[in-house]
């Protein structure tokens, strides 16, 4: 039997920063995943991969790793669609620290998080009336487009801007700031505008698109930085930022 | 400084839009009309209007070179932030120079 | 950082992707462009005879591919500029890679246009 047609040649990155990547040969079934694949291998060859994943059903974003060059949902990636002449390439996310093998260091992802002010900060208490949001208000539509995002770094990763410069907050990051800003009860947003002015902030995004071409959820980071960059360049005209 | 520089780029950018129309208009009608220089710097030698036209031209084309320039240093060259930063401007200052050297030569009678 | 893959990274096989890459190289070759084309015209302050002498030697073919390559860079970098200030300031559309191509096609179509007249 040829050895595309019943065999995978998986090469699946091990070590750290420094590594190499090492070849398994995978039994192809139908309707295989790349996390399958991974599981296998670690199942039936080599105890020793480290790997991520949950939810294994497309929810939860962990799985996310390198195939053949772009970042993947790994569970959600059928091999069949990834496949070049039976070979698959396997390794952590870009743009991160690699911890072991296929599992990549997501505390940078996280610390960015909160330096871009992606936490709601509330405005009223308990004691206060509920605050009505219409839900074809401008403002909650454009956070609704944004909201979803599950923080699996697959944009993060994707990014060339994050990849070029250290100091860019990442586009996860400022679409989660964006659906704050646009978010009626949030109380900080001078602050968040503030931050998302700052070095590494929404202008040094260039509009590469990487983002929103692999969003699993389809959510757009580039229209969200754009709208980042409209308000605080508002909010820069009118002095309620500084430069 | 970052929103400053964006509104900055974006500006001299708006602002050339229509310069450069009018710099490829001229292009083509020179070469078109197969201009010698002679033929170019009568037309061009105590113009107030050239003058003003390409001294803006050249001062807005100088910063928003620099802006773009500081922007590539600070992502492919090794250089820190702030050395980057002062070699764009750096290259600014230079081509604002050289520009309004050249616009002076073109339109002085 | 580079990447751990010795593949071509697969988010840069994309167009829009190239349209940026292409954005950023145009600019910088006009940057590198702009001192010489301004030192070529303060030829002129020594008067006409040594600009006239510096336009004959732009007659050379070569130089004019030259010149067509930097009206090529010119209106792609234009085009490209204006791209992105539709992506910045109007709603999201989603014909983002026709425009990408259009303003491609269009430079292409002006140079020819120059490089006709000149040759």
Known sequence: MSNTESELTVSLWRGAERGRYETYKVPMRENQTVLDVVTWVQRNLDPTLSYRFACRVGMCGSCAMTVNGGPRWTCRTIVAKVVKGGR????????????????????????????????????????????????????????????????CAICYAACDSVRWNPDYLGPAQLNRAWTLVNDVRDGKNRERLQAVAAKGGCHSCHSLQSCQEYCPMSLNPTAAIAGLKRRTMRAFIKGEIKA | MNVRLFLWQRLTAAVMVPMIMLHLAVIFYATRHGLTAADILSRTRGSVAWALFYGIFVLAASSHASIGIRNILTEWSPLEDRAAGVSAIGFGLLLGALGLGAVAAVVSP | MSARTARTLDHRRNLLWLAALVHRLSGLGLAIFLPVHFLALGLAINGAARLEGFLRWTDRPMVKLAEGALVFLLAVHLLGGLRLLVIENLPWAGWQKQLAALAVGISVIVTSIFLVRVF
């Open chain 1, 88 to 151: 698959l390439e396997i390794g952590p996310l870009e743009n991160l620290p690699v911890i072991k093998d296929l599992a990549a260091d997501m505390r940078v992802f996280f610390e960015k998080w909160q330096q871009a002010k992606g936490v709601f900060s509330p405005s009223k208490t308990r004691h206060d009336a509920i605050e009505r949001i219409k839900s074809d208000s401008e403002a909650r539509i454009a956070a609704d487009l944004a909201i979803e995002c599950i923080n």
